[in-house]
T-cell receptor, first 112, second 112 residues
Framework: SQQGEEDPQALSIQEGENATMNCSYKTSINNLQWYRQNSGRGLVHLILIRSNEREKHSGRLRVTLDTSKKSSSLLITASRAADTASYFCATDDFRPNNDMRFGAGTRLTVKP | DGGITQSPKYLFRKEGQNVTLSCEQNLNHDAMYWYRQDPGQGLRLIYYSQIVNDFQKGDIAEGYSVSREKKESFPLTVTSAQKNPTAFYLC???????????FGSGTRLTVV
């Protein structure tokens, strides 16, 4: 099965700094999604970006998509300690049923 | 409030036993999904259902079974044929293609 692959695996920054996480995937997609998971909890949907979109914003989050490079990035600006979590990208790999495949995630630690 | 509920939160299984994990949603979502997450890993798709009385195997369906008799409910049975069932199990639902997932808070299954 195709999956997104996040990079880096782990990221540690100071509060107030920006955090950038990248996702690469292998096949064509209809859409790509980003999720956050706090330790031991379920995932929370952050942003969905469609294949014909290049950039989306939601509050302090900015997602870009480059379909020619099969890559996406998630930028969190002015990070807070509460942003500490794992972040996953998920792709539908152009399947019609919206069954998403997830990468292994980036573990973000924001130090106060 | 609308949401998706998984129960129990923790479950212990003896060798050779079948156990059933509950997933209920009141979001009126047509699609439901089961994922497995191992420590430090991404999510792997077990089964999904797009409509009542219909479901499809995901990438790691062996040793698992599901039913979808009601729109609100998508229980997962971990059978004795699943050789390494200890994991964190996540249920999700979605309105369908082009929409993000809403996740439950997960069930942690441990074989004792």
């Amino acid at each position: 099965s195709q999956q997104g692959e996040e990079d880096p695996q782990a990221l540690s920054i100071q509060e107030g700094e920006n955090a950038t996480m990248n996702c690469s995937y292998k096949t064509s997609i209809n859409n790509l999604q980003w999720y956050r998971q706090n330790s031991g909890r379920g995932l929370v949907h952050l942003i969905l970006i469609r294949s014909n979109e290049r950039e989306k914003h939601s509050g302090r989050l900015r997602v870009t998509l480059d379909t020619s490079k099969k890559s996406s990035s998630l930028l969190i600006t002015a990070s807070r300690a509460a942003d500490t979590a794992s972040y996953f990208c998920a792709t539908d790999d152009f399947r019609p049923n919206n069954d998403m495949r997830f990468g292994a995630g980036t573990r973000l630690t924001v130090k106060p | 409030d609308g949401g998706i509920t998984q129960s129990p939160k923790y479950l212990f299984r003896k060798e050779g036993q079948n156990v059933t994990l509950s997933c209920e949603q009141n979001l009126n979502h047509d699609a439901m999904y089961w994922y497995r997450q191992d420590p430090g890993q991404g999510l792997r798709l077990i089964y999904y259902s797009q409509i009542v009385n219909d479901f499809q195997k995901g990438d790691i369906a062996e040793g698992y079974s599901v039913s979808r008799e009601k729109k609100e409910s998508f229980p997962l049975t971990v059978t004795s044929a699943q050789k390494n069932p200890t994991a964190f199990y996540l249920c999700a639902s979605s309105m369908g293609t082009g929409y993000g997932y809403t996740f439950g808070s997960g069930t942690r299954l441990t074989v004792v």
